[in-house]
């Protein structure tokens, strides 16, 4: 059967403004045909039928922000469990960054990386960093790695300190109209934090991590971006304060984009509780009020991307004290569910799939992946209205550090469909 | 003889804080202790109540007085006891913290005593391990059973707690005194005033249900009880506040920043003091003014009815298995 038939599915493709119920004809990698009540297949021998009954088809998303162990640190993450627990998420394409050890900051690691991620079904981009050994004091050859492949430059989520180190780092990416992207947050005023300053880190008495940290450094970074008019993408806001900075700098047309973590949309301060380690994020679960913020930031179009912010630690790392764990939670494989999960709660259908689709692929000038014919057949089906409760030992990625381990999500993904295959199917519940 | 009231008063398997406490846990955790206050004092002060049972002390943060007042607890009511200092830095960071736990848990101890420089690393260990724990101070979180026996110094000198005036005074943002005693004074009904320099206050004191004062002149006046707490000299280096001289101007308790509280107010503090820096010398000795011999005194019988109440929990639910 080299042919699958997707029926009565809802299409739904913010970039062709598609929202309407129909078929799709899947045909050698690629979307044969498409609308309403097609004819049914000549030879049904050859043709997988898929009964979709309403359920959402949409262009496989891309997670933005991902975090890798391998090279490395393999019993984190490798890059087949990253693939596997990526497509088992629906998720079709994902950003790697490049916090892995050594760390990908030169052309040859790149080139490694590369050909290690075609061999997976997800489809793997690189970015590189942009200092040498992500330690902020010399730039990394950003040319030479972006001549390997890579499609953007940053220094996963290690903010860099020196000012003037930054907009050299931005004046040299702007020549080769290359994405800069930061994770904003000042080391002095973040001191020795552990979660964000406030209600509960007074109660628990740990250090806090105080939201103007972030802002402080997104203000500097806009400013620098202003100076050398270089793209420039703030990888996480976690405040509410950050929104008017982003708003204004829009505004005055500078290229700069932010995304936020499904995490920062879903958990609190409060979701820390007696010092749950697998809810130490960076940047730091906020306030509620930052919470409703960010989702209506993200609703209006203010926040460009939506991702997971996945980042695979094992137990050895989480089962410490609060202070000493490592920051981080898997999320690669519960991101359209948990993202789906946010309509209920206002969040526009239509908004929520462009931040994980249309949105990262323009910002990485990746060529587009819409549903129209003649484009691959790289899709998603997914059910709005699926409750299912997520168990973290049962994700196929090696490390099981879940913030959303025992989360009551509303929506669930059925079909995963890579270059015409399928390749994740969810099991029937069993009755 | 200890007359404890009904033994099911106490439901708790372990004490982590004050702050999952209940005033009626609280009173009868005082009442109890009261009764040690008075045995302490006899020429035998032996109990058998923890005959059998092992109690180890582990601290993985240096103590002194601490220790040893657990130490002597457990003894007078007749535990085996062991004590184990890990100086902090010989332990590779946190990395056999939960392997230590259940390595000792293995050994079938009843009762642990834990001290940490983590905030919440007692409460990570007392979900490993099958016996009691009681928590000797888990980094600026808290520090249960200093907050109890300030609680019985009080009310044995004062004869109440409620609606007494209480300023704690000093270095607030890094102390586990006084979250634990913020959180058991308020529970028994105290007027619970905070005085400190911005610099070292939590970010949101509005969640204690306190008044917040930065000047003692502010603050002290009508106040009943002084708790000074201990300066801690890492905090000085000038970002939190700029020298020791500067701090005792602005929050040194002398006899004259004494004469703004209540006529009859007392000095408190956990110790050790810094005698210059946040307490004038003469004024932690005058016997008249100042409780903290009583503090120390307090504090073994407050540890001796901490077990005791353990105890008799652990007794219950073995019973129950069995």
Request: charged share 25%.
């Amino acid at each position: 059967m080299n042919k699958i038939a997707i029926q009565k599915a809802r299409l739904l493709d913010p970039e062709s403004d598609m929202d309407e119920i129909g078929d799709v004809i899947i045909e050698n990698g690629k979307i044969a045909a498409i609308g309403k009540n097609l004819l049914p297949p000549k030879n049904p021998q050859e043709t997988q039928i898929i009964k979709a009954e309403g359920d959402l088809l949409i262009p496989a998303p891309m997670d933005m922000q991902v975090h890798v162990g391998e090279p490395g640190e393999e019993y984190r993450e490798t890059l087949p469990s990253l693939s596997n627990a990526a497509i088992a998420g629906g998720v079709g394409d994902m950003l790697l960054m490049p916090d892995t050890n050594p760390a990908i900051d030169e052309a040859a690691l790149v080139d490694f990386q590369r050909q290690r991620g075609a061999k997976e079904d997800a489809q793997i981009h690189l970015s590189g960093a942009l200092t040498k050994n992500l330690n902020g004091k010399r730039l990394a050859e950003m040319a030479l790695m972006q001549k390997a492949g890579a499609v953007a430059f940053c220094d996963a989520a290690r903010p860099i300190q020196n000012a003037l180190l930054m907009r050299h780092a931005m004046t040299y990416a702007n020549d080769m109209n290359a994405l800069v992207m930061h994770q904003p947050q000042n080391a002095d005023l973040a001191a020795n934090g552990v979660m964000h300053e406030g209600r509960q880190s007074s109660r628990l008495g740990l250090a806090g991590i105080v939201w103007a940290a972030e802002t402080a450094t997104l203000a500097r970074d806009i400013a620098l971006a202003e100076i050398t008019g270089v793209k420039y993408h703030a990888l996480q806001i976690s405040t509410r304060h950050a929104i008017p900075i982003i708003r204004n700098a829009k505004k005055r047309g500078l290229r700069v984009s932010c995304g936020v973590s499904i995490h920062h949309l879903l958990f609190n301060e409060e979701s820390i509780g007696p010092y749950k380690t697998f809810m130490k994020l960076m940047p730091p679960l906020r306030e509620e009020e930052d919470r409703k913020a960010l989702l209506d930031a993200l609703s209006d179009g203010l926040i460009d991307v939506l991702v997971s912010g996945h980042n695979p630690q094992n137990q050895e790392a989480k089962r410490l004290p609060f202070a000493q764990a490592a920051f981080g939670s898997v999320g690669v494989e519960t991101l359209i569910p948990a993202a789906l999960s946010l309509h209920a709660e206002g969040a526009p259908l239509n908004r929520l799939i462009e931040s994980m689709t249309a949105a990262p692929r323009k910002l990485l000038n990746l060529p587009p992946k819409t549903l129209a014919i003649g484009m691959p057949a790289d899709l998603t089906l997914c059910r709005l209205n699926d409750p299912w409760t997520l168990e973290a030992k049962t994700l196929r990625s090696k490390s099981q550090n879940a913030s959303l381990d025992e989360y009551p999500l509303k929506s669930s993904v059925r079909l995963t469909i890579i270059g015409g295959k399928i390749r994740f199917e969810a099991k029937k519940p069993d009755k | 003889m200890i007359n404890p009231k009904p033994k099911q008063n106490f439901h708790h398997r372990h004490l982590l804080s004050t702050e999952n406490l209940s005033a009626e846990d609280i009173l009868f955790l005082l009442n109890l202790a009261d009764q040690y206050v008075a045995s302490n004092r006899q020429a035998n002060k032996k109990h058998k109540i923890l005959r059998g049972r092992t109690q180890i002390n582990l601290f993985f943060e240096t103590s002194t007085r601490t220790s040893a007042s657990f130490e002597l607890a457990g003894k007078r009511l007749g535990a085996d006891v062991m004590n184990m200092h890990f100086a902090s830095l010989s332990i590779k960071k946190g990395e056999t913290l939960i392997d230590t736990a259940m390595t000792l848990n293995a050994m079938r101890p009843d009762i642990l005593v834990i001290r940490h420089s983590e905030a919440g690393a007692v409460a990570l260990l007392a979900e490993k391990v099958q016996c009691s724990v009681i928590n000797a101070g888990d980094g600026s979180h808290e520090h249960p059973t200093q907050a109890l026996l300030d609680a019985l110094t009080i009310k044995r000198r004062l004869g109440k707690i409620k609606n007494l005036t209480i300023a704690i005074c000093g270095d607030i943002l890094h102390s586990r005194v006084a979250r634990s005693n913020i959180h058991l004074l308020n529970k028994l009904g105290a007027n619970v005033r905070l005085i400190a320099p911005s610099t070292l206050l939590p970010p949101s004191t509005e969640i204690f249900g306190v008044e917040v004062f930065h000047r003692m002149e502010d603050g002290l006046p009508g106040a009943d009880i002084v708790m000074i707490l201990r300066l801690q000299r890492e905090r000085m280096r000038g970002t939190f506040v700029p020298s020791e001289r500067e701090y005792f101007h602005l929050m040194g308790l002398t006899a004259e920043t004494l004469a703004l509280a209540q006529k009859r107010a007392f000095v408190m503090h956990p110790g050790p003091m810094n005698r210059g820096v946040e307490i004038d010398g003469a004024l932690a000795d005058d016997v008249t003014r100042s409780l903290i011999h009583d503090q120390v005194e307090m504090g073994v019988a407050v540890r001796m009815a901490v077990l005791d109440a353990l105890s008799q929990k652990a007794t219950e639910t073995k019973n129950q298995s069995a």
